[in-house]
């Protein structure tokens, strides 16, 4: 927090650079100690039906597609690469560069960790990628377990680094929005009494997984009408009217399903919100959000059609924002 205050997006994109070559680093070695440590006193057993093809993995697959991407979509830490980027070629190349990084990292803890489920070390699956190390021969296992420490704490850190600019981000933009010009330092002062909720949040103990589900799952109702929204041509069909329909038809469906399945309102709000990352809540969420597209331009196509009203693109102040955005672009005094 403190580094990133002091230094923004520049310090924070610097760091990650390094704790993406240390994250590798220590990728590779422990791929290298699982090629010569993975030894299991007997021969591995026929593959366990919870490792194979299942409902659980499919479960998994769906869940993780859907609420991935739009969790991703909201993430204001990944539009500051963007924002950063030199040029179009440079945002591609760090975009597929990064994608091919992330992709080996994320292969090298889940086939570990399913390698330690298939010889049985496994107790809880959260750190199967940890009993792979404990349980591996030779004498080093108390090394590489902080090696893996180490490389956990670095990921971590990348990211954390980006959430502060996205936090002073996200306040300075908002207190513009509401006619308040406040400077760099104060938008910095903000952030840190940010974090004091944030850091009181975590020493409770709260499962962090609960915490994302809620995240996941409330962006997976929004992310198809803001991506259809904001592609070129779509625009003045799925405007803000129509996402914001769209977002609380998918909410509600949720929470009719939840009601559904537990017999009440509160706890089925529980139960999709906080207990369970359900691949039928995520679907459920998803499809609904494009059934409300669908519904919402259905009931518009009808009123335009009888009231004769065209369609516009979306323009949120017309002519006085093609006014401004030309005095931006030559008024020396803003661009300074």
């Known amino acids: 927090m403190v580094y990133t205050s002091v230094g923004g997006v520049y310090v924070s994109i610097v760091t990650d650079?390094?704790?993406?070559?240390f994250s590798l680093f220590l990728s590779a070695i422990s791929v290298l100690y699982m090629l010569y440590s993975f030894r299991p006193a007997e021969a591995l057993p026929d593959l366990p039906d919870y490792?194979?093809?299942?409902e659980n993995g499919i479960g998994s697959i769906i869940t993780l597609g859907l609420s991935f991407p739009a969790v991703s979509m909201f993430n204001d830490a990944y539009w500051q690469r963007v924002w950063s980027s030199e040029d179009e070629k440079?945002?591609?190349?760090?975009?597929?560069?990064a994608?091919?990084?992330?992709?080996?990292?994320?292969?090298?803890f889940g086939f570990g960790g399913f390698l330690a489920s298939w010889a049985g070390y496994v107790s809880d699956p959260n750190f199967a990628f940890f009993e792979l190390i404990a349980h591996s021969t030779g004498d080093l296992q108390e090394i590489m377990l902080i090696v893996v420490t180490m490389l956990?704490?670095?990921m971590n850190e990348s990211l954390v680094d980006s959430f502060q600019n996205a936090l002073t981000d996200c306040s300075s933009?908002?207190?513009?929005?509401l006619g308040f010009e406040i400077s760099i330092t104060a938008a910095r002062i903000i952030t840190i009494f940010i974090n004091i909720p944030i850091v009181i949040i975590g020493l409770q103990g709260y499962d962090v997984n609960s915490i994302f589900l809620i995240s996941c799952l409330l962006t997976t109702t929004s992310f198809l009408p803001v991506v259809l929204g904001i592609y070129p041509g779509l625009d003045k069909y799925i405007h803000q009217s129509t996402a914001l329909f769209s977002c609380l038809f998918s909410i509600c469906s949720i929470m009719i399903y939840g009601w559904i399945v537990k017999g009440s309102l509160l706890q089925g709000l529980y139960y999709c919100f906080w207990q369970t990352y359900r691949w039928q809540v995520f679907l459920t969420a998803f499809t609904a959000s494009a059934f409300g597209i669908a519904l919402f331009l259905s009931f518009e196509f009808f009123y335009r059609y009888i009231s004769k009203t065209a369609w516009k693109s979306f323009t949120p102040h017309g002519d006085l924002e093609?006014?401004?955005?030309?005095?931006?672009?030559?008024?020396?005094k803003i661009i300074k």
């Open 17 to 21: 650079q390094w704790q993406a070559k």
């Open 51 to 54: 490792l194979a093809l299942n």
């Open 90 to 97: 440079a945002l591609k190349k760090g975009a597929f560069a």
């Open 99 to 108: 994608f091919f990084m992330i992709s080996f990292v994320i292969f090298i």
């Open 152 to 154: 956990a704490v670095a």
């Open 173 to 177: 933009s908002l207190a513009l929005s």
């Open 322 to 332: 093609v006014e401004y955005l030309d005095a931006f672009i030559h008024d020396e």
